[in-house]
Nanobody, 121 residues
Framework: QVQLVESGGGLVQPGESLTLSCAAS????????MGWYRQAPGKLRELVAA???????TYADSVKGRFTISRDNAKNTVYLQMTGLKSGDTALYYC???????????????WGQGTQVTVSS
């Protein structure tokens, strides 16, 4: 069984920065893809950024140039560096990981419980 634990959320003012972390633990052979999603009240959950084990990244248009996703494979941890935060970034941020527990098993998709990011003056 795999667990994902997020940290780093909080309350910041517009224009400030914040960095989120998500550590995966449990039975892990490989994690081909890790990412961050967010959901605000009344809106659908959306992909913010994702990164493969090879370092290929994907970003939502709304965060390009402001957010940077990275990962530390040795620690099974993914990070989201957020700069120039706007009120529209306010949401519950979830960590997601596609995990293969052993070489003989299929992928399973795991979610963290979420960490709140609030951008307000």
């Amino acid at each position: 069984q795999v667990q994902l634990v997020e940290s780093g959320g909080g309350l910041v003012q517009p224009g400030e920065s914040l960095t989120l972390s998500c550590a995966a633990s449990g039975s892990i052979f490989s994690i081909p893809r890790m990412g961050w999603y967010r959901q605000a009240p009344g809106k659908l959950r959306e992909l913010v950024a994702a990164i493969t084990s090879g370092g290929s990244t994907t970003y939502a248009d709304s965060v390009k140039g402001r957010f940077t996703i990275s990962r530390d494979n040795a620690k099974n941890t993914v990070y989201l560096q957020m700069t120039g935060l706007k009120s529209g970034d306010t949401a519950l941020y979830y960590c997601n990981a596609a995990v293969r527990e052993t070489v003989a098993t299929n992928f399973q998709y795991d979610w963290g419980q979420g960490t709140q990011v609030t951008v307000s003056s």
